[in-house]
């Protein structure tokens, strides 16, 4: 019997090898394949158990320990409310948002102690990505007793409005004449400075003629980033209660929200949709929640849509 010759011996490893490799290839394509599934289940999963208890927290929210109302904030990609959700009696702050949406706040004061005095604070290099909206809670203390003792402020010498023209007393010790003003056009550029500038009869009788207060507060847009939504909580502590954004807890509830329409919608006792942001907080009712997940868009199946709707008891 004749053997094989070395030609037909290497033609036949070569052969043998082909057909090995395109084996291990379509075992590999096939584990792969079932990883992706897997991963893509597991994310929907993750959604699934976050909509179950944002809605089941959302439903009860109610005034904060501190006395906030019990809804925050009420925008397209982050949610901010006041709910008892662990059950122990006492009311936590919850915000759910996309890690593409982020939140910061900072505060700083300063005073004069001259007639007719200007101070100001300054805040700057807070943004990693485009700003959304930004606000500046204004206080003073001092010598603000008469209609002609004001304050008048400003953002990056821009005029905003003016406080304590009345309501106000003289060098009560605590923060009077707050108002919120709106500086999402000044803080654009990633620095605002906040100024005060009180009237001529404002004298340092306190022995200071004016402290000022600003909380400074943002929402930027991170999209580019990451796809994470994530949950915080801030329980209250301290006596009057308060809620410290230092104490907030963040977890990660899906790292794969691919949302263009946004998570939240709001609407009134009618049903009707509110788009305009100050009634959402005084006029919300009922929300939709919305969620798309895909672990990569670029791969079939498409995203995995979630929905729910949710009505706010307490209100």
Known sequence: MRGFTIIETLVTVVIFGLIMGL???????????????????????EARRGIKTM??????ARPGDNGSYPIEKAGDKEFIFYSDIDGD??????????????????????????????????????????????????????????????????ADGNYLGRICSSGCTDCPATWQGTTIFDVTNFASDDSIIIEARASSRVDPLCPHSMKLKVEFSFTEDISHLTHQFKKGVIKSSGEPAQYL??????????SYVRNVPPI???????GDK?????????????????????????????????????????L
């Open 23 to 45: 084996v291990a290839g379509s075992i590999a394509a096939l584990y792969k394949a079932h990883d992706y599934t897997w991963q893509q289940s597991f994310a929907i999963d």
């Open 89 to 154: 009696g006492k009311v936590e702050r919850v915000r759910y948002f996309l890690g593409a949406v982020n939140s910061g706040n900072e505060i700083k004061e300063c005073q004069t102690s001259v007639r007719g005095g200007i101070c100001n604070v300054n805040f700057f290099d807070f943004l990693t990505g485009t700003i959304i909206s930004a606000q500046a809670k204004v206080s003073v203390d001092g010598d603000f007793g008469a209609g002609n003792e004001y304050a008048d402020v400003y």
């Open 55 to 60: 809605v089941k927290e959302i439903r009860e």
């Open 245 to 254: 954004s230092e104490n907030e807890v963040i977890t990660i509830l899906t």
């Open 264 to 270: 939240f919608e709001y609407f009134n006792a009618q």
């Open 274 to 314: 509110i788009e305009e942001y100050p009634a959402r907080l005084v006029d919300t009712k009922l929300m939709k929640v919305f969620l798309a997940v895909n672990i990569d868009p670029n791969k079939p199946p498409y995203d995995f849509e979630l929905e729910s709707y949710v009505q706010l008891r307490n």
